[in-house]
């Protein structure tokens, strides 16, 4: 019912930037929170920055002042603008939303299929 495609991705040097994006189509109702996750190798799938309710942003601490996410609700899109680049950040980027489908419907977690995003030299 709902799909969340992203985009962006690559290989960047330490020091670079990347610039992801999500873009959510199917029936949606309201978005209630969007947001990224990460997954390196070996290690859980962690929260990189959410927008709740169109009012409230948390980043992790490991991104904060690097990393900045935004929405345009018009478009059901959203982007993870990543500056200064290390290599920790290497990873599995997620786009995640919690949607509600109809007015009648309770939210429910979709996820994108990743993307993912290298930082070497």
């Known amino acids: 019912q709902v799909q969340l495609v992203e985009s962006g991705g690559g290989l960047v040097q330490p020091g670079g930037s990347l610039r992801l994006s999500c873009e959510a189509s199917g029936n949606i109702f309201s978005l209630r929170r969007i947001g990224w996750y990460r997954q390196a190798p070996g290690k859980q799938r962690d929260m990189v920055a959410q927008?709740?309710?169109?009012?409230?942003?948390n980043y992790a601490d490991s991104v904060n002042g690097r990393f900045t996410i935004s929405g345009d609700k018009a478009k059901n899109t959203w982007y993870l603008q990543m500056n200064s680049l290390k290599s920790d950040d290497t990873a599995v980027y997620y786009c995640?939303?919690?949607?509600?489908?109809?007015?009648?419907?309770?939210?429910?977690?979709?996820w994108g299929q990743g993307t993912q995003v290298t930082v070497s030299s």
């Open positions: 995640n939303a919690y949607v509600q489908v109809t007015e009648y419907d309770i939210p429910n977690d979709y």
């Open positions: 927008i709740i309710g169109n009012i409230y942003i």
